[in-house]
């Protein structure tokens, strides 16, 4: 079974310039996720969705973050302006559904960005 | 709120030895526990989980792991390590009420094997 694809890999952007990622999950899953990962920090979760809608985005900073994910398949997340404080790893994940019993969540191997 | 801890930044054993990263957490309502792996500049690997049952788990490559209720912990076992597993740790929780799948994670535990 094919993993989940990001792409670019790593991305440098002067700040108050905007980017783009790119994920596709794993084909069936209907889970998708959007999550940040400073480096020294976990992994923190920006925007949860499940088909085409949007479940959680409760740490998502709206004014300048925004993502979707097209006909409940591919997702992009969107920066703009950046800030220096963005840079970070932006890993997509996709589990099959949510359910009462959750199954585990497959990470793509990130996007490495860095704002200067 | 959920949070998860993982008190070590860093733990350090000698290959052949027994191996253990810590983990404690706080939920509301029964817990549903995760251990990822992070070798560098890869994502995320799952490692194993515990749902229900038993309270030692095993999942890949060996490891394995014991949920205590009563001490609201889920440490990360390996009977003998070797130098290949050598990565990042993440333990991370996901509560079973009032949620919506998300996953809290820890701050990563940095496991280092040395010949």
């Known amino acids: 079974e094919a993993g989940v694809a990001q792409s670019p890999r790593y991305k440098i952007i002067e700040k108050r310039q905007s980017v783009a990622f790119w994920c596709n999950p794993i084909?069936?899953?209907?889970?998708l996720y959007w999550y940040q990962q400073i480096l020294g920090q976990g992994p923190k979760l920006l925007i949860q969705f499940q088909n085409n809608g949007v479940v959680d985005d409760s740490q998502l900073p709206k004014d300048r973050f925004s993502a979707e994910r097209l006909k409940g398949v591919d997702s992009t997340l969107k920066i703009q302006p950046a800030k220096l404080e963005d840079s970070a790893v932006y890993l997509c994940?996709?589990?099959?559904?949510?359910?009462?019993?959750?199954?585990?969540?497959?990470f793509g191997q990130g996007t490495r960005l860095t704002v200067v | 709120a959920q949070s998860v801890a993982q008190p070590e930044d860093q733990v350090n054993v000698a290959e052949g030895n027994p191996l253990t990263v810590k983990c404690t957490y706080s939920?509301?309502?029964?817990?549903?526990l995760f251990w990822y792996v992070q070798y560098p500049n890869r994502g995320l690997q799952f490692l194993l989980k515990y749902i229900t049952g038993d309270n030692l788990v095993k999942g890949s490559y060996g490891f394995e792991a014991e949920f205590n209720k009563s001490q609201t912990s889920f440490h990360l076992k390996k009977p003998s390590a070797l130098v290949s597993d050598s990565a990042l740790y993440f333990c991370?929780?996901?509560?079973?009420?009032?949620?919506?799948?998300?996953?809290?994670f820890g701050q990563g535990t940095t496991l280092q094997v040395k010949p």
């Open positions: 991370a929780v996901r509560g079973s009420s009032g949620n919506t799948g998300k996953l809290i």
């Open positions: 939920v509301s309502g029964n817990p549903y």
């Open positions: 994940a996709s589990s099959h559904r949510l359910t009462a019993v959750p199954t585990e969540a497959f």
């Open positions: 084909s069936g899953h209907a889970t």
